[in-house]
């Protein structure tokens, strides 16, 4: 009887043992899912820029995709209350992304993704919502592209420049992403090193 009694007392530790446990896995459960939606949060980006009609563009940028809101001086959504996708459909991780106003109204957005062999991409939003150069934007450079840099025109067209190798590629182009130059027109980086381009406005934004 006395060992039954022992092993009772010890099937009921083990059985509080298992049940203190469980809690602990539960606990921790909901400790990492918690951790998880933190590190989705934390991947997101946001990008502020001001249109020439005085209001407010911002661009939310996640993993593969990014949405631009335009929001006026009185705080109302002018497009879309959801926002406009800048890109539908994306293979890879987009990066490096630049978010210019431009002189109607909308704005260019101009990045790169995050692949061995990355390219640079262009996408023109208008001061309606609309997307002009299609549901991915388009492709504005050769693979091995990086760090865009862009700046728009009083025409409202603008100049884009990436780094390509040792050199910095310039092109300007339309809203509907045309090249307007007839050739491309290149720069060496100093000492054959990879560099970041930036683009300037002279006076009156020319």
């Not at 921790?28 to 951790?35: D, F, I, P, R, V």
């Not at 926002?83 to 106003?101: K, P, Y």
């Not at 050769?142 to 780094?163: E, F, H, T």
């Amino acid at each position: 009887v006395e060992q039954i009694n022992k092993a009772i007392q010890q099937l009921d530790q083990i059985i509080q043992q298992n049940a203190s446990l469980s809690q602990q896995m539960s606990s921790t459960s909901e400790e990492l899912a918690s951790q998880a939606e933190q590190l989705q949060y934390s991947v997101a980006f946001f990008h502020l820029a001001e249109t020439s009609d005085g209001g407010y563009l911002i661009l939310y940028q996640d993993w593969y995709t990014f949405t631009v809101f335009k929001i006026s001086q009185a705080g109302v959504h002018v497009w879309d209350p959801n926002g406009v996708t800048a890109v539908q459909s994306a293979a890879s991780t987009q990066c490096s992304i630049v978010l210019e106003a431009d002189r109607m109204g909308g704005a260019y957005i101009y990045w790169s993704n995050s692949n061995s062999n990355p390219y640079v991409r262009l996408q023109h939003i208008d001061s309606s919502g609309n997307r002009t150069i299609g549901e991915n934007g388009v492709i504005m450079s050769l693979q091995g592209a990086r760090y865009p840099s862009i700046k728009v025109l009083i025409d409202n067209q603008a100049v884009i420049s990436y780094s390509l190798d040792n050199l910095t590629m310039i092109k300007k182009v339309n809203s509907t992403g045309t090249i307007q130059w007839t050739q491309n027109i290149s720069t060496p980086h100093p000492s054959n090193q990879s560099v970041v381009p930036v683009l300037t406005n002279s006076i009156n934004g020319s």
